[in-house]
């Protein structure tokens, strides 16, 4: 989950181009050589990192360039739960900073939202996010489950409500198609 949004923060970071996390998790032992890793990928720098679960979270990362080898830049931040976003989106403006500049204030404000109030509401939205990308009807449903729950934990996650509405809005669209084919 730490990843993924670390990920999506970046991506929305203009003029700055970053490899799906499907691609970057070929390499997430560790053991690749920042060289040949970053040749796969097309990249030139390689954000690494780590989370240390606790109280307080603690994520640490560092960014290398991987022509060189060379760390140009590290960062952590400790934080309790709701507040691990603006940690995450503390530490995505600094990379962001160090390779294209210093990100606008409204994308700043986005990356450091929270997505959801409790670790529990944000574990049944991880969850629902990985049922829904397998696109089956029973999956759905257990996406539909994980969102309801989210919301129930959350009422104003609105991602959770976002996603939910968009599996019933795709189902309804679903059985709409299957009832004109007929």
Same mark, same amino acid.
């Given at each position: 989950g730490i990843s993924e949004e670390l990920i999506g923060d970046l991506a929305r970071v203009n003029r700055l181009i970053v490899v799906t996390r499907n691609s970057s998790f070929m390499f997430r032992d560790g053991t690749a050589n920042p060289?040949?890793? %970053?040749a796969r990928l097309g990249v030139r720098y390689l954000l690494g990192g780590t989370v240390q679960p606790g109280d307080e979270v603690t994520i640490e990362a560092t960014l290398i360039d991987a022509r060189t080898g060379e760390k140009i830049w590290s960062g952590s931040q400790s934080c309790g739960f709701p507040e691990i976003f603006k940690g995450l989106g503390k530490l995505a403006g600094e990379v962001a900073e160090r390779l294209v500049g210093?990100?606008?204030?409204e994308w700043l404000?986005? %990356?450091?939202r929270a997505r959801a109030a409790t670790p529990e509401a944000y574990e049944a939205l991880l969850k629902g996010r990985e049922l829904i990308g397998r696109m089956t009807p029973a999956d759905d449903r257990a996406a539909r489950e994980q969102f309801d729950r989210a919301l129930g934990l959350d009422p104003a996650c609105a991602e959770a409500l976002g996603l939910l509405a968009?599996?019933?809005?795709?189902?309804?669209?679903?059985?709409r198609e299957e009832n004109e084919a007929e």
């Open positions: 060289h040949n890793a %970053a210093p990100p606008d204030a404000a986005r %990356a450091s968009m599996i019933h809005h795709l189902a309804y669209r679903k059985g």
